[in-house]
């Protein structure tokens, strides 16, 4: 249906602006090969070796194990909540839920930055700044609209009549849940799991705020330490980057069909 | 019901008659009897009690207590004095934080506006059906909203370097005295630290449009082709017209991020230098936890809730208005 002139000029500009996306990205990449400590391009020589450099200069290992339990736990337990939460909305029902709804939908709109400082002084008074606990359930709690929100949308679309075949069979409702719902549910779940990954892998500002014992900090805070700290061997600060992106990346491109889905549904969160 | 008076002309007697009918048939079928079996209400509370109990600790009484808060100076040790609205009217009267919200108008243009318009020019772009490999560089291009703040900024740091690749080229054409530290410039930071943000954001207004230009009818662009329409004039008359949902969900979410930016000017310039580039957020930040005055802090997070809120229903009104 187009000309040629018309199909050429369009591969032209869409270059032009994947190139502009890709090429810090590549220059860094050949940053983190390179042997100068200064930053500048030397791929003459590449130094495969600066990755594991960069990580023990930038002592990753601990920081790696704290992203890990902190992730791990929200992901998991938030997940958990997402699920009962929508069971309740989506299909028993909640009393008091005309308050209820809106109230937890709120939470969605309300920015991570406001509700930070009272949070920091109360997580204060209960001594669990600077633990894993704190910073875990500060995840959580922010996770919980969205969560809810996603899984009611979820499971109120599993059609009513399976579910009624299994409350004749007599399944009492933790059991329906588990054995009817989820099941149906399996791919917003998985949406929910990628999302949920990545908001906590990702997070800086709540971890800089909740965590300052750097035994307990994330990696993106251990990135932040290392760029402060070792300002210049920045091919070391660019291998030491590129290393924190790669499980994000990795995951959304194996998985990057139903990651792109869950951004577009989940858009409402950032 | 109620909102069948306002569209006459779409809803002829039939009709309604017709849904009279169907509101009252459920009632007598099985399907609303059979759902009254899941509804436990008091089950249904009790299942979603964890999740209010962590929501209400985090989200809900810290909200509460920042309004209470912002009434008052306190530097989070001695006692905390009543001052009324007086962290209120510092929005007027405080230099940084007027410079802030200044600033964040910047943000809006490079944070929303402009990832909208490379966003929509994208994704016009990569999915015409005549091009191939349009995947491909829409993967190209979400690649930056895959990273986490710290590394972007570890990434353009570097490109904005004094030795960086933008003065290597610059010193190559021979334009060397215009080689700066591009962050670091009280008349550059401002804009160099915006283009980060249009980078990092533009792939995810691009995805959006593309999922919405897929519930735009093919019919319509071959009449547009067969009325003589060239490719710009297409995208006016059929493409964005058809985009109005998704830009509006793209609108709220870009602009509000712009509002709340925080991690990548922190991680960057830290507001600075002096404070060319300081955000609202940075200064909320600086109040709670370097030089304390917590009240001031609180009140700057609660006109970030009641602006992010209202510029949300705004959007959202407005695109309802119109569809």
Known sequence: MISTREKVSNYVLLVIVALWVLFPLVWVLGVAVSPNISGTLDLAHPQWANFSTAWHLAGFSQYLKSSLLITGTVVTVGTLLAIMSGYAFGVLGVFGEKLFFPLVLLG???????????????????G?????????????????????????????????????????????????LWRVYLPLARPAIFTLVLLSFTWTWNDYFLALILVSDPAHQPLTLGLGAFSGRYLVQTNFLAAAAILISLPVVALCLAFQRQFIRGMLSGAVKE | MAV?????????????????????????????????????????LLY???????YSGV????????????LYHWDGVTQATWV?????????????????????????????????????FSAALSSRKEVRGGSVFRSIIFLPQMLT??????????????????????????????????????????????LIGTWAAFGLCMLLFVSGMQSISSELYDAARVDGAGPIREFFTVTLPGLRGPLSVVLTLTVLGAIRVFDIVWLTTRGGPGISTITPTIVLYQRAFANPDIGAAAAIGVVLAVVSMSIAMMIVKLSEDKT
């Open chain 2, 59 to 70: 989200v809900l009484i810290p909200a509460v207590q920042g309004v209470w808060l912002s």
């Open chain 1, 128 to 176: 669990i700044t600077d633990t894993y606990q704190g910073i875990i359930l500060a995840h959580i709690g922010m996770g919980v609209s969205f969560g809810a929100f996603w899984m009611r949308i979820a499971f109120r679309a599993v059609p009513n009549s399976i579910a009624d075949a299994a409350a004749i069979d007599g399944a009492n409702s933790w059991t329906q």
């Open chain 2, 4 to 44: 069948l008076p306002t569209r006459p002309v779409e809803v002829p007697r039939d009709i309604i008659a017709g849904s009279a009918v169907v509101r009252r048939a459920p009632r007598r079928t099985g399907r609303r009897r059979s759902g009254s079996n899941r509804r436990r209400p008091w089950l249904g």
């Open chain 2, 48 to 54: 979603l009690a964890p999740a209010l109990i962590a």
């Open chain 2, 149 to 194: 703040p710290a590394v972007t900024a570890v990434v353009w740091k570097r490109i904005y370097a004094p030795d960086g690749p933008i003065n290597d080229v610059l010193r190559s054409l021979g334009l060397g005295r215009f080689a700066l530290g591009w962050l670091g410039e009280y008349t550059w930071a401002l804009p160099a630290l915006g």
């Open chain 1, 108 to 126: 969605i709109m309300i920015p991570m930055e406001t509700i930070v400082v009272p949070m920091y002084y109360d997580f204060q008074s209960f």
């Open chain 2, 84 to 120: 009324g609205l007086a962290n209120y009217t510092d929005f007027f009267s405080d230099p940084t934080l007027r410079q802030a919200v200044t600033h964040t108008l910047y943000f809006i243009a490079f944070f929303a506006i402009l990832p909208i318009i490379l966003g929509l």
